[in-house]
């Protein structure tokens, strides 16, 4: 078995010569196996078409975009993986290695001869524990770096993972926020609203052996919508195991406004917790309706108060915000402004463009609304972090880049970069320009050549992600 990563922006189409090295690589495949998420739909078609233009193994699709729309991948992939794929994709190895009939194997569609195959949904994965650590055993994985698919060491494995490892300890979702794939997942399977989460010991154990394989690893990050969810009981066993057995600094991104408690935040701190993030997406009432985000704003600032308690022994807190909704007015970005303004400094904000992921709620509503009429160029071709460089988007930033360097922005101030009528008069860009480039006496805003920069569109950054292509021999 090989596994290649491709990273790449997904807005780049593949050099040919990068083709070529993974059609090489491919060339005694039984089986090829393609993940994506929907803005990797462009780079999987031109995998998919290149190996086909040279062999006729079949290519299964999977991941997150087969899922919600396999009647589109199945035109392209001979099969396609819908849901958890690891019992689906070895059932079907094991038969092709035996040549076996594989058509009926539950979870996978087949284009066979465009005789489609549709075969009942495989139920999700109960226990976590039954799934094998991840694969860095590296002596058969590849990577696309500097032009070329090279052969995996550990310098290059250093490179892409840098010093993080990032895992999940969850599955499922108990939220039913309206533009996220887990709200398209739950609409397939209705149980993916129960939390499976990874026994403690399961957990530890993977962590010891990544940080055993992998000494270069100085972090770890739990990149995880729903690791608060876990009981105060597990979180103490965890927090316990943790600092005795791993000892890294401990990353966690999944913090919501109704999760976080001073109980389970003190378990976790005393354990290694020195960083998190939490979704905050928006302050305005009718927005977080929209949204399906159930907390109110007293709950977020609760929230944000109790993260300073602990600054002395963490990071800055980071805070998911999302911008460009078409269905907001500048009163209602305005709201937001003003409640983020008067949050305890220092905090960090990760930006989101809102994209209309198909399957979700959002989705449908913004297709009725005609906001969708080419899902390739309005959603797959879009880049969620390639927010627009509106007025008000600016002042978003701008109020980031304070915060970021612990000063508040006041209220005067706000108010005459938000009120209407000194928008009209065209005051408020004075206003704007003054914050931009205020000689501050003292140095704390060290981000301004930074700022200056970002407000001309390096804000808008391209967000490189892997790409993998699993090629089984």
Known sequence: MQLVFLP????DKYEDEVMDEVVELAKDSQLV??????NFFDNSVQITRKLKAHYDFPIVWGGIHPTIRPEECINYADIVCIGEGEDSLVELADMIDKGQDYHHIKGLWFNDNENIVKNQNRSLTKSLDDI?????DYKTHFILTNGHVQKMDAGLLKQALGSTYVTIPTRGCPYVCTYCCNNAVTQIFPENTSLRAKTIDYLINELLEVTE???????IKFDDDAFFVY?????QEFSEQYRNKIGLPLRVTGATPVTLTREKLTILVDGGLDSIRMGIESANTTTKKLYKRRYTNKQVEKSVRLLHEFRNKTEMPKFDFILDNPWETDDDLVESLNFLSSLPTPFTLNFFSLLFYPGTELYDIAKADGMIKDDWNDVYRQHYKRCTLTYLNRVFFLLNEYASNNIAIKPIFMFCLTNQMMRKLKLNWLVYGILLIAPFKSNRLRGIRKLRSSLKHKFARKADSLQ???LAN
């Open 468 to 470: 993998p292509a699993f």
């Open 8 to 11: 790449s922006a997904h807005i």
């Open 33 to 38: 196996g393609i993940t994506l998420m929907t």
């Open 213 to 219: 394989k992998l000494p270069f690893i100085e972090r």
């Open 132 to 136: 094998p650590y991840p694969d860095y």
């Open 231 to 235: 009981s105060v009981k597990n979180m």
